[in-house]
């Protein structure tokens, strides 16, 4: 038996009763073409989206001008987000119409009614050749360009949809960056406007701000470190940490501006009694003792960046923080 005679025969047994029949358009038809034509542009702008997608997630340079993802309110960094959600939405929404003009305007419809009955073998060949029918009557075979684009369009989406889980499968501890900042040696002490500072620009007992020259380092949370020119009655107390009593250079010391306690900036700074307040909870710190915790709920002192100069004067940090910055991720005795 053919396949088109096993469907007819498998229907019959399966009880089916055919109430109508609307045939699809005519092979070669100016209302087939009209249609396969919609259907291709629709399907063909959802690969093109989610291949867009792809393109934004990656952050690659060659479709987006000097685009490389930072924390930025400004430039294509700000618009990250929307993109991925624009081009990974219109994608399934042109996927959704794409299918549904389909199966409206390319497909013969037909209303039929089934009995419940359990399978068996018969069953199953007789499905088969249902499913191959509907193939047939689908014009995929013969719609070589639109199978095409629904193969890329699959494609597209279906890389679109999983790429995101790659973030769950990279290992986010690559490279300790809970213990690491993007000090190193050699980097520069700016200020947020991206100017280097010396010995001299600061006059004793101030405080300033300073980030490290990488791109983005103004906005990188953990790096915020204050730089300190200390009083000379403050360098006779000065007692540094031990192992840490060449981390400063003259008299200027430099600390994370991450509070210990809960991670908030402790920018508060008072010269009369040499201690850094964090304004959430009250911690304080002493600079004249490394940074100590001498009141509030801080366990810990703050970390200590070690600094000198470079060839042209300016400075520069020595290495990374040797302690974790901020609170931490885990519990840490009073130091």
């Not at 005679?5 to 209302?31: N, Y």
């Not at 499905?127 to 597209?156: D, I, Q």
């Not at 908030?264 to 710190?285: A, K, M, W």
């Amino acid at each position: 038996m053919t396949r088109e005679e096993l469907d007819r025969l498998g229907a019959r047994l399966d009880g089916v009763e055919i109430l109508h029949t609307e045939p699809a358009p005519p092979p070669g038809s100016k209302v087939e073409k009209a249609a396969v034509r919609q259907v291709t542009i629709t399907f063909l702008l959802a690969g093109l989206l989610s291949l867009l997608f792809l393109v934004v997630y990656a952050g690659s340079g060659w479709f987006l001008p000097d685009w490389a993802w930072v924390s930025s309110d400004d430039g294509w960094s700000a618009y990250f987000t929307p993109l991925l959600g624009a081009t990974m939405g219109g994608a399934l929404l042109l996927v959704g119409i794409g299918l549904v003009l389909y199966v409206k305007k390319l497909l013969p419809h037909e209303t039929a009614v089934q009995d419940k009955h359990d399978g068996s073998n018969f069953d199953r060949v007789t499905t088969g050749a249902t499913l191959m029918g509907g193939l047939e009557a689908s014009g995929l075979p013969r719609r070589k360009l639109l199978g095409g684009v629904l193969g890329l369009m699959g494609a597209g989406v279906g890389v679109m949809i999983i790429a995101p889980l790659g973030g769950l499968i990279k290992n986010p501890n690559t490279g300790n960056p809970l213990g690491t900042t993007s000090w190193n040696t050699g980097v520069r002490l700016v200020r947020d406007d991206g100017t280097p500072i010396r010995p001299g620009d600061q006059t004793p007992g101030s405080l300033e701000t300073v980030f490290p020259a990488v791109p983005g380092g103004d906005f990188q949370s953990d790096a915020a470190t204050m730089l300190i020119r200390l009083r000379p009655e403050q360098m006779a107390e000065n007692v540094p940490k031990q192992g840490q009593e060449d981390f400063g250079y003259g008299d200027y010391v430099a600390y994370s501006k991450i509070c210990t306690h809960a991670g908030c900036p402790v920018s508060l700074y008072e010269q009369e009694t040499s201690r850094i307040l964090c304004p959430c909870h009250q911690s304080q710190f002493d600079v004249t003792q490394g940074a100590k915790p001498i009141f509030g709920p801080a366990a810990r002192s703050l970390p200590q960046l070690p600094i000198g100069l470079d060839d042209e004067g300016y400075f520069v940090a020595r290495s990374d923080y040797i302690e974790p910055v901020g609170p931490t991720y885990w519990n840490r005795e009073r130091i």
